[in-house]
């Protein structure tokens, strides 16, 4: 099973900082299967980013995803008051599928 | 438009059963996996395994076998899942969302609402 650790727990930012997490797993992910997800509380978790590093539909340009040796990167250019939520990393490459802990995104 | 609806909250006694639903629209349903995520209260996302919409064969993850249950009903484009001698521990938000095309990997997108199943005396 890949583990895929989070971090940092959580991220106090203010409104038009940049934000980035980290998304580092145990082990190669598979092609870079790798997706982003935010979640506000109450919602469900909305797709972000797949593949590493494509946006998905709908998806504003402040979020950016990229890949770098065994670490993942999701990151917000300028963090909007809606950015500020939990996010998830997620591998989908191999079996088990496997979440990330999470970051959550809060307002300094 | 591509949209998942899931069914309403449940509050179930131990020992119950519950089944919850997952209704989709705005794509062809045997095409696409669908997965089931538990998220207990306050905590992450964890995989459940996921069902092939267009075989009806279902994959369940460690930890998700033997009392739950994947099915789907291709007729009316809806997916279920089934939980059997509920525990206290089992209340959690459970989504459905879907997955890859013909049961390849994929991320998950669309998810449905959740549906918060409580189990309590």
């Known amino acids: 099973e890949i583990v895929l650790t989070q971090s940092p727990g959580t991220l106090s930012l203010s409104p038009g900082e940049r934000a980035t997490l980290s998304c580092r797993p145990s082990?190669?992910?598979?092609?870079?299967?790798l997706a982003w997800y935010q979640q506000k509380p109450g919602q469900a978790p909305r797709l972000l980013i797949y593949?590493?590093?494509s946006r998905a539909t709908g998806i504003p340009d402040r979020f950016s995803g990229s890949e770098s040796g065994t670490e993942f990167t999701l990151t917000i250019s300028r963090l909007e008051p809606e950015d500020f939520a939990v996010y998830y990393c997620q591998q989908y490459g191999s079996s088990p599928i496997t979440f990330g802990g999470g970051t959550k995104v809060e307002i300094k | 438009q591509v949209h998942l609806v899931q069914s309403g909250s449940e509050l179930k006694k131990p020992g119950a059963s519950v089944k919850v639903s997952c209704k989709a629209s705005?794509?062809?349903?045997?095409?696409?996996?669908m997965n089931w995520v538990r998220q207990a209260p306050g905590q992450g996302l964890e995989w459940m395994g996921w069902?092939?919409?267009?075989?009806?064969?279902?994959t369940y993850a460690q930890g998700f076998t033997g009392r739950f249950v994947f099915s789907l009903d291709t007729s009316v484009s809806t997916a279920y899942l089934q939980i059997s001698s509920l525990k206290p521990e089992d209340t959690a938000v459970y989504y459905c969302a879907r997955g890859g095309y013909y049961g390849s990997r994929g991320w998950f997108d669309p998810w449905g609402q959740g549906t918060l199943v409580t189990v309590s005396s």
């Open positions: 082990q190669s992910v598979y092609s870079n299967y």
């Open positions: 593949g590493a590093s």
């Open positions: 705005g794509y062809t349903f045997s095409s696409f996996a």
């Open positions: 069902i092939n919409s267009n075989t009806g064969n279902p």
